[in-house]
Nanobody, 115 residues
Framework: QVQLVESGGGLVQPGGSLRLSCAAS????????MGWYRQAPGKQRELVAS???????NYLDSVKGRFTISRDSAKNTVYLQMNSLKPEDTAVYYC?????????WGQGTQVTVSL
């Protein structure tokens, strides 16, 4: 059973940066494609970024050039470096496999971008 635990969220001013971490444990998580997702109040959850087991990445258009997804397979950890944050990036951020598996959704980590 894979368990995913997100951390690193917080309150940041516009233009600031945060680095999210997703620690994975369980059955061979290092070989899965992984994704970071977010859900803002009143909106559907959306895929922000994904990374394959060989490091191929893909991004939501609105975060391209600002966010970077990476993974450390030895640590079974996936990261999301978020720079130049905007108020519209405010959401709960989750990690999961890509495509997502319902049973793997965790609590997420809140990111709030505000003055």
């Amino acid at each position: 059973q894979v368990q995913l635990v997100e951390s690193g969220g917080g309150l940041v001013q516009p233009g600031g940066s945060l680095r999210l971490s997703c620690a994975a444990s369980g059955s061979r998580p290092s070989i899965s494609a992984m994704g970071w997702y977010r859900q803002a109040p009143g909106k559907q959850r959306e895929l922000v970024a994904s990374i394959t087991s060989v490091g191929r990445t893909n991004y939501l258009d609105s975060v391209k050039g600002r966010f970077t997804i990476s993974r450390d397979s030895a640590k079974n950890t996936v990261y999301l470096q978020m720079n130049s944050l905007k108020p519209e990036d405010t959401a709960v951020y989750y990690c999961n496999t890509y495509p997502p598996i319902d049973a793997h959704w965790g609590q997420g980590t809140q990111v709030t971008v505000s003055l």
